[in-house]
């Protein structure tokens, strides 16, 4: 009897004051929604479900994925300005720097490499014909 008072009286308490139109400075308003209610929170946008159980009413908040994602937005706005000022601080510290290695510096490191996938190669191409003189039969 005392929970079919309670929510009479809270339902009562509800109406009487989404009636009165309260204004936006209570911070949530009560919105009746299958025999419960949602809270709605008129500063984060939070909404939780409201209801009476065993004579005592609670609420949980109603998780929602667009805070979720708002969260990670954020969080990933705030890498991408970090970064974005890594890279410009990097910049600036190489601008007017000469390059590690002029043109004919280039040039010769590239004959070197060319030489070298050269030795190499011939190398392996004597191993490769030690090997196939030893698997041929006397």
């Not at 929170?41 to 004579?55: F, Q």
């Not at 609670?58 to 994602?69: F, G, N, T, V």
């Amino acid at each position: 009897m005392r929970a079919i008072l309670a929510v009479v009286l809270v339902s009562a308490a509800v109406t009487s004051a989404l009636a009165e139109d309260k204004p936006a400075e209570e911070g949530y308003s009560l919105q009746p929604a299958v025999g419960d209610y949602l809270k709605i929170d008129r500063h984060t946008g939070d909404v939780s479900l409201c209801a009476a159980r065993d004579g005592v009413w609670s609420c949980q908040l109603i998780a929602e994925d667009r805070k979720a994602y708002e969260e990670r937005i954020a969080e990933l706005e705030a890498e991408n300005d970090r970064l974005t000022r890594q890279v410009a601080e990097l910049e600036a510290r190489t601008a007017g720097r000469a390059p590690l290695l002029d043109k004919e510096d280039e040039r010769r490191l590239q004959e070197f490499l060319d030489l070298g996938d050269r030795m190499f190669r011939h190398f392996f191409g004597l191993v490769e014909e030690f090997r196939q003189k030893e698997e041929k039969p006397i």
